[in-house]
């Protein structure tokens, strides 16, 4: 499923939320909770690590603090309906 790009090791905080920002470092922002004031939260980076990013790819930070990838799934997996439209004929 997942393949480990780089080691970090990163102890994860509850009420964050950790990322991959655009210069390819493990970041975290404060989640939105009930009360607090809409807006943009500020944004701290946790590791420098500089991943390359690869198009294809869904980049995240695993449960043990690692960044890690796994491919997108692409495209649609149906086909059944149309078959199954195709074959019921209308009684007059």
Known sequence: ???VV?????KKQAGYLYFLD????VARAAMSRAGRKKGV??????????VKKQAG???FIDSKGNVARAKMARGRKGGKKKAAKKG???KR
Not at 6 to 10: A, I, L
Not at 22 to 25: D, I, L, Q, R, V
Not at 41 to 50: D, S, Y
């Open 22 to 25: 655009k210069n390819g470092n």
């Open 6 to 10: 780089e080691k970090t090791n990163v």
């Open 88 to 90: 019921a004929k209308r």
């Open 41 to 50: 939260t500020k944004k701290e980076v946790v590791a420098k690590v500089g």
């Open 57 to 59: 790819y869904l980049y």
């Open 1 to 3: 499923m997942a393949e």
